[in-house]
């Protein structure tokens, strides 16, 4: 048994109130492989953390049969202090309190970092070893004294280490899709296929925003796009959407543990004893550029009603929900949502009295939408 349990303790936010972040270890760094997972950064959002929990239980039975070969790093929730943000009831988990500043941005990312390392080491041979130690040191030196900022640089700190890192994320009502950088695309889709998710939304190196899964991307895609390591090499991050904040049950735990199961053991970290199955043949992946992504506002406060649901492929100017008006002239009035975009429905409400702005969907458009600043490629909300 190589199991062992982390407590990384962060500044407490009242008198009497402590907080702490959690991690689990299975396997060593013996085989230089090793993977990072954790789950409810936005604390609203709940399928992977059961996924984790499940995971962890056949991670134990994987450590006890002597199956895991590389280092397995599993935090069973991101944000204790998002979890503990409720309002009159609902917890409000996406946002800190504190600042309104989003739970997933503005982390620190490594680029300019790595681009000195590289010209201060004069064409020597850095070791991967060497820029694990490099970014952690990096990220170990950078101020951080609130609660929120300890947290998220410890998850920094802890994830940049490992050669993957997967991030479990759900949207409002959605399939199961995947953002990843466009360093990465062979990775990603391998991920979707066993995922069973059926899209990519791929970002570009500048796509900005600060997420979580950037920290690794900005270290490990720097020193990749300097040629320095190949795809295969490099570092692999992801944001895993596990649809929608309804689906959560046993049967999908089940289902999604198993397949990052598959997906470890088909980058060497552990052997499983029904070895993955060959996906070539398996579910089609729609790849789609993060910057073709659409979100179309809602026009009018009511009621929506959808005509289109996740999955579906939509086109330019159709139909893809209507709003019910409740105060307009007429009776059941309703205001069509129209598609900006070629391409295919994402995420739609959960809830469905909205107001002008918000969100409808989330539609994946086949080509760049036009107009879209390339530095805020991510959604706030
Ligand atoms: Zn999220």
Known sequence: ???????????????????????????????????????????????????????????????????????????????????SQRLFGPIAGRFDFENGENFNRNFPLLNDHVDAHIAKARGRTITRDEWRTTFAQTLAGLPATSPTQTMKLELAKLSVQHDIVLDLHCDTDCIAHIYASELQL?????????????????????????????????????????????????????SIELRGQADVNDELAESDSTNLLRFLASENLLTLETPPANDADALPVAVFPLEGASHVQCPCAGIIVYRKAPGDRVRVGEVVAEIVRLDGSGFNERVPVLSTVDGQMIVRQLQKLVRPGQRAALLAGERPVRGMDKGSLLLDF
């Open 1 to 83: 048994m190589t199991y062992r349990r982390l407590d990384i303790p962060l500044p407490s936010p009242a008198p009497g109130v402590s907080l702490n972040l959690l991690a689990h270890q299975f396997g060593n760094r013996t085989n230089g492989r090793s993977a990072y997972l954790h789950a409810g950064l936005h604390a609203d959002e709940h399928p992977g953390l059961l996924v984790l929990q499940n995971l962890l239980d056949k991670l134990q039975k994987l450590d006890a049969a002597g199956a895991i070969s590389g280092l397995v790093t599993v935090v069973p929730y991101a944000n204790p202090i998002g979890m």
């Open 186 to 238: 062979d990775r990603a889709t391998a991920l979707a296929r066993t995922m069973a998710a059926p899209v990519v939304l791929i970002e570009p190196r500048d796509a900005g925003g600060g997420a979580f899964d950037q920290v690794h991307s900005s270290a490990w895609g720097t020193v990749q796009a300097a040629g320095l390591l190949s795809q295969a090499e490099s570092g692999f991050s992801a």
